[in-house]
C-alpha cells in the first residue's frame, strides 16, 4: 500500500472561540507515498521552495528530484492515497542545494515548473496541458535579466495571474525582480528589474504571501557579504495592485526601488545575531502581516513572531527552545533546527497560529507549535507530527489548501545536509506527504 496511517496521541489545541479550547486526542496523522528522491543533501526540502506543493481546485501537485537528478512531477485527487508520477526529461543540478524546484498553478490549470538555479540561465517550463505532468520546452519568460538566476518563486494571485520572483546577482550584492504571469494573454511581462535594490553593496533575502484579498507580501533581511553572520534587520513592503506599487504597513507609497535607506523596518536586528534569511509569512482575513524568523536573544536561539496589528509592530518571543548556536561562513549550512513556517487560522475575533519546524531538540521530528495568546507573549504548546527524525529537512506546506480549506498537507523526506554545499552519501529516500486530520 502506498499510505501509511499513524494516530498519534497529539494533545493538539485548537482555539474555537474567544474563551475555550479543545483538547484532540485521537488526531490522525495519514502519511502518502510519492516516490524515491535524492536525499544527499537538502535540495528538495529547503524553505524556500515555492511551492513544494500546492492544489487547483481538487487536484494536487508536487515535485522533486529523484535519485538520477531528474525532475519529478506528481499529482493526485485530494484524498486519493496513489499518486501518479512523470519523470522528465529535464535535470538539475541536486549536489547544490539552493537549485531548487518551484511550482504554480495559474488559473486556467496549468503547471508551471522553475527549476536549477544558482546564479544561471532561468529554467523554466510549462505543462502542455491543464492539469497535466507532460512539461513543454523550456523557454524564456520575458528574456530581460535571466542570465544570474537564483531562489526563484510562484506566487498565485486570486484572479489566475501568477506572481514569480527571483534574484538577480550574487549573495551580497543582488536585486529583487519580479514578473507577472497574464493568464488570458498566456504571457509573462516584467513588473520590476529592481523591486529591492541592494546597491552593489548587499542583497536581500525575502519571503513572500498572497493573501486572500489579493494583497501581496513581502519582507527581507539584509545580507552585507557572502557570511550568513552579516544578515540584518527585518523590512517590509506590500502591495494592493498586484505588485506594481508598494508602500509601507501604514500606507505611504514607496519610490522604486526599495533600498537600505528607504525601507519600512518591522524589526531592528544587528548582524552576528544568529538572524537566519529565508523564512515564511502569512497574512490574516485583515491582511496584518506575521513573519517568522529566529535570532539569538539573551543566549537562546528562538523562533520569533514579528507582526503588525494595524498600528504598531510587535514581536513575540515563542520561548520554547533552549540552546543556540553559532551561524557563519558560505554556503547551504547543516543547522540543528530548520527555519520555519507559520500558519493563522481565524475563528471571529479568535486568532490561532501555528509554527511548523524541525528541532534537534526534539530528534529532528517533523513539529508543531501553537498558541491563541500571541499578542499576550502567551505559552506555545508543542507536539510533533511524526515519530521519525527526518535529517536536515525543512518544512514546506499546501499554502492554497490551507488558505482555501485550513487542510494542512506537508511534503516531508528525511534528507542530509552537509555543512557548505557537502554531501552524505546513499541517502536516497522516500518522499511523502503528510496531512493532518482532526
Not at 538572524?275 to 537562546?300: F, H, K, R
Not at 515519530?387 to 529537512?393: A, D, E, F, H, R
Request: with cysteine; aromatic share 12%.
Amino acid at each position: 500500500m502506498n499510505v501509511k496511517k499513524i494516530w498519534v496521541q497529539m494533545g493538539l489545541i485548537l482555539a474555537l472561540g474567544a474563551c475555550k479550547a479543545q483538547m484532540l486526542q485521537d488526531s490522525q496523522v495519514r502519511e502518502t507515498y510519492v516516490g524515491e528522491g535524492w536525499g544527499n543533501n537538502s535540495v528538495n526540502t529547503v524553505i524556500f521552495r515555492r511551492n513544494a506543493l500546492t492544489t487547483f481546485e481538487d487536484t494536487q501537485f508536487t515535485a522533486y528530484y529523484d535519485p538520477s537528478g531528474h525532475v519529478v512531477l506528481a499529482k493526485r485527487e485530494l484524498g486519493d492515497e496513489h499518486w501518479e508520477t512523470h519523470q522528465t526529461k529535464y535535470t538539475g543540478n541536486v549536489k547544490d542545494a539552493h537549485n531548487t524546484i518551484s511550482i504554480a498553478v495559474d488559473g486556467a490549470g496549468y503547471l508551471h515548473v522553475s527549476w536549477d538555479h544558482h546564479d544561471n540561465p532561468l529554467r523554466y517550463a510549462k505543462s502542455k496541458a491543464p492539469l497535466g505532468l507532460e512539461l513543454g520546452p523550456k523557454e524564456p519568460m520575458t528574456g530581460v535579466e535571466e542570465e544570474k538566476v537564483t531562489y526563484p518563486e510562484f506566487h498565485a494571485l486570486p484572479n489566475g495571474d501568477l506572481l514569480f520572483f527571483y534574484r538577480s546577482g550574487a549573495s551580497g550584492q543582488g536585486n529583487l525582480v519580479m514578473n507577472r504571469y497574464d493568464v488570458e494573454q498566456q504571457s509573462w511581462i516584467q513588473l520590476h528589474d529592481k523591486l529591492i535594490d541592494g546597491e552593489g553593496q548587499r542583497n536581500a533575502y525575502w519571503q513572500a504571501f498572497v493573501d486572500k484579498a489579493g494583497t501581496v507580501h513581502l519582507s527581507w533581511v539584509w545580507r552585507e557579504t557572502w557570511d550568513v553572520s552579516t544578515n540584518h534587520d527585518l523590512a517590509y513592503a506590500r502591495s494592493t495592485d498586484g505588485g506594481q506599487s508598494w508602500e509601507r504597513s501604514n500606507g505611504d507609497k514607496y519610490q522604486l526601488p526599495i533600498t537600505n535607506s528607504t525601507a519600512e523596518y518591522a524589526w531592528n536586528i544587528p548582524q552576528k545575531s544568529n538572524l537566519i534569511n529565508q523564512t515564511a509569512m502569512y497574512a490574516d482575513e485583515n491582511s496584518q502581516p506575521y513573519i517568522v524568523t529566529y535570532w539569538e536573544e539573551n543566549g537562546v536561539t528562538q523562533y520569533q513572531v514579528v507582526y503588525q496589528d494595524g498600528q504598531e509592530w510587535k514581536k513575540a518571543n515563542t520561548g520554547f527552545r533552549n540552546t543556540s548556536f553559532q551561524l557563519g561562513g558560505g554556503g547551504t549550512k547543516r543547522i540543528p533546527i530548520s527555519r520555519p513556517q507559520i500558519l493563522v487560522e481565524e475563528n471571529g475575533s479568535d486568532k490561532s497560529l501555528f509554527i511548523l519546524f524541525r528541532d534537534e531538540e526534539r530528534g529532528n521530528k517533523v513539529s508543531l507549535a501553537y498558541t491563541s495568546a500571541l499578542e499576550d507573549n502567551g505559552f506555545w504548546e508543542v507536539m510533533d507530527l511524526t515519530q521519525y527524525g527526518v535529517g536536515q529537512w525543512e518544512p514546506n506546506y499546501d499554502i492554497e489548501l490551507w488558505k482555501e480549506k485550513k487542510q494542512l498537507h506537508v511534503f516531508v523526506q528525511e534528507v542530509q545536509q552537509v555543512d557548505s554545499e557537502g554531501l552524505a552519501q546513499e541517502m536516497n529516500t522516500a518522499v511523502k506527504v503528510i496531512e493532518l486530520n482532526p
